[in-house]
C-alpha cells in the first residue's frame, strides 16, 4: 500500500466533528473520486457516523472498537486494516489513542 497519493486536490477547509474529536481533510483524485485523510481523537464513548454512500475505513495508525449498523458487537481493528460499512447505514467507533485513517467513499 502506498504510503501517499500522488497527483490530488485538497480541498482546504477541514471536517470538524464531535467538536474537534474528529478531523479530516477532503482530497480529490483526476478521476473525480475523493477520499478523507483524518484523526479521531481518544474518546470517551462510542462516536456515531452516518454514512450515505459505502465507506471503507483504512487504519494508518492506532487501534479503535467498531460497531457497523445494527450490530450489538464491537470488533477491533488495528494500523493496517480496514473495515467496510454500506452505504445509508452508520457506525459507532471508539479508540484510547490517537487515530489516523484513511476513508474511501466506494460509491
Known amino acids: ?3 501517499q497519493f500522488d497527483h490530488v486536490s ?4 477541514s471536517n470538524v466533528y464531535f467538536g474537534g474529536l474528529c478531523i479530516s481533510h477532503t482530497v480529490q483524485f483526476e478521476d473525480g473520486t475523493k477520499k478523507t485523510l483524518g484523526i479521531l481523537l481518544p474518546t470517551e464513548k462510542p462516536l456515531t457516523f452516518e454514512t450515505h ?7 494508518i495508525s492506532g487501534e479503535c472498537r467498531v460497531q457497523i449498523g445494527d450490530s ?5 481493528f488495528r494500523a493496517g486494516q480496514s473495515f467496510y460499512v454500506p452505504g445509508s447505514s ?17 460509491g
Open 1 to 3: 500500500m502506498s504510503a
Open 10 to 13: 485538497v480541498i482546504k477547509k
Open 53 to 59: 454512500v459505502p465507506e471503507r475505513m483504512e487504519i
Open 72 to 76: 450489538t458487537e464491537s470488533e477491533l
Open 90 to 106: 452508520r457506525f459507532k467507533i471508539e479508540t484510547d489513542e490517537v487515530l489516523d485513517y484513511v476513508c474511501h467513499f466506494e
